[in-house]
C-alpha cells in the first residue's frame, strides 16, 4: 500500500515538473511572436477491475497527458488577411512616395517654369545675346532634368521590379517550407511538443505567405494546409490558383509587360487580390502610366518649341531650325548650338529683327493650360493625390491589423502573469507532492519499526 | 482550445506603436520648424503642393516681369534723353534759322551758320542711330540696326520699319518700347512729306550756297523745324507717359510680389507657434507614455517569486 502511495506521489512530482517545464518553455518564448502558448493535460490514472461481483478501483495518480497548443484559427485568418491588405497598400504607397520623390527632387516643374521665364525675359530685348544665351542654356538644362527624371523614375521602377523577383522567389520558398511541414504534421504524434512546434512554424509560414499575397488556407484532419492564392480572374468553383496541397507544389512565375504584372501558377494566368505582391503590381501599372505620361510632356515640350521655332526667323533672319530633337523624355536633346538660332521674330522678318510676335506665340503655346508646365503639375498632382489616399487607407487598415494581432495574441500570447501564478501553484503542487512521498516512506518505516 | 489571455507580449507591441507614432508625429513637427516648411512631400497636401508651385510660377513670372519693365524703364529713359537732345538742337537751330531770316549776316555769317547747321546735322544723325544700353537701336522700331542710312548724297533715309514692339509688364498688359524713328523725325510739312534731317541739311544747303536770297530760304525753314520741334515734344511726351506708367507697374509689381509671397507664406510655410505647441504637446505625452510603459512594465509577479 504505501508503495501505491509512494507511486502516487511520484507521478504526482513527475507531472508538476513536466508542467512546471513547459511553463518555463512559455516564459522563454515570451517575446517569440510565432509562439502560441501550451498547457500540458493530466489527466487521472485509475486501475478498476471487477472480481465476481466485486468491483476494485486502484488509484495510481495521474498521467502526464497531451501538450496543448492555444489556437485560433480565425484570429490567424484575421491576422493573415488583414496582414495581405496592409501589405498591399503600404507596398504601393511606398514605391509611388519613391516615384514623387523621383519627380519632385528632380525639379522638372521648377525647371520649366525657369524656361518659361527665361524666354519671357527676350520680350524685353529679343535681340541681346546674354539673353539669348541664357534661353539656350536654360533649354540644355531642361533636357537634362526631363533625361534625369526619366532616369529616376526608372529606377523607381526597376527596384519595385527587383522586388517582385525577390517576393516571387521569397513565396516559392515559403510554400516549399510548408509542404515539408504538411508531410511531417502526418508522421507527428497527436498531443507532442514536437507536433506543437510544427504548427507554430506552419503558422508562422502562412503569416509570412500573407504578407506577399493574399492566400485561402483549408486545414485537413492532421493540421496540413491547402494552400490558394486569391487571384483575379479565379478557377471555375474556387477563389484561387492552388498553391500547395499535402506535398505537392506549384511554382509561382511573374513576368512583366510594360508595367502589367502576371502571375502564374501551373500554366494559369492572373493577377494577385491582395498582398505585397498586388501592392507592386498597381505601384508598376501606375509608374509605367507616370513614365507615359512624362514622355508626353516631353514630347509636348519638343514639338512646341520646335514648331514655334519652324513658324519663324533667326537672329540672322534665317528660317528657324528645331530647338529640340528626341520624342520623349529618354531622348529629349538640345540641337540648337547659338542663341542667335532662337527663332524669336515671325517667318520672313529681316536680320537683327526685334519683332517678337513668334516669341509671345512660343510662351503662350509653352504656358497655355494643355501645355507642359500645366501638365507636369498634373502629373504631380494625381500622384501625391494618390498617395495621400493610400495613406488615408493604409492608416485604417493598420488600425485593422493591430486589433486583430492584438485578438490573436489575447487567445495564443504568452501572459508572464498567468505562468507566474502557475508557477507559484506548480511549485507547491510538487512540494506537496514531495510530502506525500515522504508521508509514505513514514507510513512503511512506522510499519517496520513495529516489534 | 481557446481561452482569453492579457498576453505580454500584446502590451509591448502596443506600447511601441503608441510610442512611435508619438515619436513621428514629433519628428514631423520638429523638421516643419527646423525647414520652416509645412509641406515636405507633394503628398502631404497635394492640393496645397499644387498651389504652392502655381505661386511659384506667379514669383518666378513676376520676377521677369519686373525685370522687363526695368529694362523697358531704361531704354524709354534712354529715348527720352536722345529725345531730349533732338529738341535741344532743333531749338538752336531755330534760333540760328531765325536769325539768318532777320538780319543780313553776310557771307561769313552765313557760312557760320552753315557749318554749325550741319555739325546739328551730324549730331541729329547720330541721336538718330543710339543704342540703348544693350546695343540695340533705339529708334528703328523692331528692325535691326542702323535705323537711318545716310547716302553718298547726304540724304538721310529712315532704315526701320513702323512697328514700335511691345513688352508684357504684367499679365494682359503690354507697353510699346517707344517710338520709331518715323514718328520722331518724319512729317508733312504744307502737304509734302519731309524729314528733320532735310529740312536741317537744305537750310545749311542754302546757307552755304548763297543763291536766292537766304533770308526768305531760313523764313521757308521756320516752318519744317518748328514742325520737327512739334513732332520730337509729342514724342517726347509719348515716352513721358510710358515711364510713367511703367512706374505705376512696378509699384503693382511689387505689391503683387507681396501678395503672392503671402499667400505662399499661408499656404506653405509653418505656423512657428502653433507646431512648437504641438510639438510640446506631443512631447509631453511622449514622456508620460513612457513614464507609464516603465512603471507598468516593472509591474510582474516574478518579483514576489
Do not use: N, Y
Given at each position: 500500500m504505501s508503495t501505491s502511495i509512494l507511486n502516487i506521489g511520484r507521478t504526482g512530482a513527475a507531472a508538476a515538473r513536466a508542467s512546471i517545464e513547459l511553463t518555463a518553455q512559455n516564459i522563454a518564448n515570451a517575446t517569440n511572436p510565432d509562439y502560441t502558448r501550451r498547457r500540458m493535460e493530466q489527466t487521472e490514472l485509475v486501475g478498476t477491475g471487477r472480481i465476481e461481483a466485486q468491483h476494485r478501483s486502484t488509484l495510481n495518480g495521474v498521467r502526464i497527458g497531451d501538450v496543448q497548443r492555444f489556437d485560433s484559427e480565425f484570429g490567424q485568418r484575421q491576422v493573415r488577411s488583414s496582414t495581405s491588405d496592409l501589405a498591399r497598400t503600404e507596398t504601393e504607397m511606398r514605391a509611388l512616395g519613391d516615384a514623387e520623390l523621383a519627380l519632385e527632387e528632380t525639379r522638372l516643374y521648377e525647371k520649366l517654369v525657369d524656361f518659361e521665364a527665361s524666354l519671357t525675359l527676350l520680350e524685353s530685348d529679343p535681340t541681346d545675346p546674354a539673353l539669348r544665351t541664357g534661353a539656350l542654356e536654360t533649354a540644355r538644362q531642361l533636357s537634362q532634368v526631363f533625361q534625369s527624371a526619366e532616369f529616376a523614375l526608372g529606377n523607381t521602377r526597376a527596384l519595385v521590379e527587383d522586388e517582385l523577383t525577390l517576393g516571387v522567389s521569397e513565396i516559392n520558398a515559403t510554400v516549399s517550407e510548408l509542404s515539408r511541414l504538411n508531410v511531417e504534421l502526418v508522421t507527428a504524434r497527436e498531443g507532442s511538443s514536437g507536433r506543437a512546434a510544427l504548427l507554430d512554424a506552419r503558422d508562422a509560414a502562412l503569416r509570412d505567405l500573407s504578407g506577399e499575397v493574399g492566400i485561402d488556407v483549408e486545414f485537413d484532419q492532421f493540421g496540413g494546409v491547402e494552400v490558394r492564392i486569391l487571384s483575379n480572374p479565379p478557377p471555375p468553383g474556387e477563389n484561387g490558383v492552388l498553391l500547395v496541397s499535402g506535398s505537392n507544389v506549384s511554382q509561382l512565375t511573374a513576368s512583366q509587360n510594360s508595367g502589367l504584372v502576371t502571375l502564374n501558377v501551373a500554366g494559369t494566368n492572373f493577377t494577385a487580390v491582395s498582398g505585397a505582391m498586388a501592392g507592386r503590381s498597381a505601384a508598376l501599372a501606375d509608374i509605367a502610366g507616370r513614365q507615359t505620361e512624362l514622355d508626353a510632356i516631353a514630347n509636348s515640350t519638343i514639338s512646341r518649341a520646335n514648331a514655334a521655332q519652324a513658324a519663324g526667323s533667326a537672329l540672322d533672319g534665317s528660317p528657324g531650325q528645331p530647338l529640340f530633337s528626341g520624342t520623349g523624355a529618354s531622348d529629349i536633346a538640345l540641337v540648337l548650338g547659338d542663341g542667335a538660332g532662337l527663332a524669336l521674330a515671325p517667318a520672313g522678318a529681316p536680320a537683327g529683327s526685334r519683332d517678337t510676335s513668334n516669341l509671345g506665340n512660343l510662351i503662350a503655346a509653352f504656358g497655355a493650360d494643355d501645355g507642359p508646365i500645366a501638365a507636369k503639375d498634373r502629373l504631380l498632382l494625381s500622384l501625391s493625390s494618390r498617395i495621400s489616399g493610400l495613406g488615408t487607407t493604409r492608416d485604417g487598415l493598420e488600425i485593422i491589423k493591430q486589433s486583430a494581432e492584438a485578438n490573436l495574441l489575447a487567445e495564443t500570447g504568452v501572459d508572464l502573469d498567468a505562468e507566474a501564478t502557475e508557477l507559484i501553484r506548480l511549485q507547491q503542487a510538487f512540494e506537496s507532492n514531495s510530502r506525500v512521498m515522504q508521508v509514505a516512506t513514514g507510513l512503511f518505516d512506522t510499519i517496520l519499526g513495529l516489534r | 482550445m481557446t481561452s482569453v489571455g492579457n498576453s505580454t507580449g500584446a502590451f509591448y507591441e502596443r506600447s511601441l506603436s503608441q510610442m512611435g507614432a508619438l515619436r513621428v508625429a514629433l519628428e514631423t513637427y520638429q523638421t516643419q520648424i527646423a525647414t520652416?516648411?509645412?509641406?515636405?512631400?507633394?503628398?502631404?497636401d497635394p492640393v496645397g503642393a499644387s498651389r504652392l508651385r502655381a505661386l511659384t510660377r506667379l514669383e518666378v513670372r513676376g520676377a521677369t516681369e519686373e525685370e522687363n519693365a526695368a529694362r523697358l524703364a531704361q531704354d524709354l529713359t534712354e529715348g527720352a534723353e536722345q529725345i531730349g537732345g533732338v529738341v535741344e538742337l532743333l531749338q538752336r537751330a531755330r534760333e540760328l534759322a531765325v536769325a539768318a531770316a532777320n538780319d543780313p549776316t553776310g557771307e561769313n555769317g552765313r557760312a557760320a551758320i552753315a557749318d554749325e547747321l550741319e555739325q546739328m546735322s551730324d549730331e541729329l544723325f547720330a541721336r538718330s542711330n543710339s543704342r540703348s544700353i544693350?546695343?540695340?537701336?533705339?529708334?528703328?522700331g523692331t528692325a535691326g540696326s542702323p535705323a537711318f542710312i545716310r547716302d553718298a548724297g547726304g540724304n538721310v533715309s529712315y532704315n526701320g520699319n513702323g512697328q514700335n514692339g511691345s513688352v508684357p509688364v504684367v499679365p494682359g498688359t503690354e507697353i510699346e518700347r517707344g517710338v520709331t524713328g518715323e514718328q520722331l523725325f518724319e512729317f508733312d510739312v504744307a502737304g509734302t512729306p519731309t524729314s528733320t534731317f532735310a529740312v536741317i541739311s537744305d537750310l545749311a544747303a542754302a546757307m552755304r550756297s548763297g543763291t536766292g536770297d537766304p533770308a526768305v530760304a531760313a523764313q521757308d525753314a521756320i516752318a519744317g523745324i518748328d514742325a520737327a520741334l512739334d513732332n520730337a515734344s509729342r514724342s517726347q511726351t509719348v515716352i513721358g507717359t510710358r515711364l510713367a506708367w511703367v512706374e505705376a507697374i512696378q509699384q503693382d509689381q511689387q505689391s503683387r510680389a507681396i501678395n503672392v509671397a503671402e499667400k505662399r507664406s499661408d499656404i506653405g510655410d509653418t505656423d512657428i507657434a502653433d507646431t512648437i505647441v504641438r510639438l510640446q504637446q506631443t512631447l509631453t505625452a511622449l514622456e508620460a507614455s513612457q513614464a507609464s510603459f516603465t512603471r507598468v512594465s516593472s509591474l510582474t509577479l516574478f518579483n514576489a517569486l
Open positions: - | 520652416g516648411e509645412r509641406i515636405m512631400r507633394g503628398s502631404d544693350t546695343g540695340a537701336p533705339l529708334f528703328a
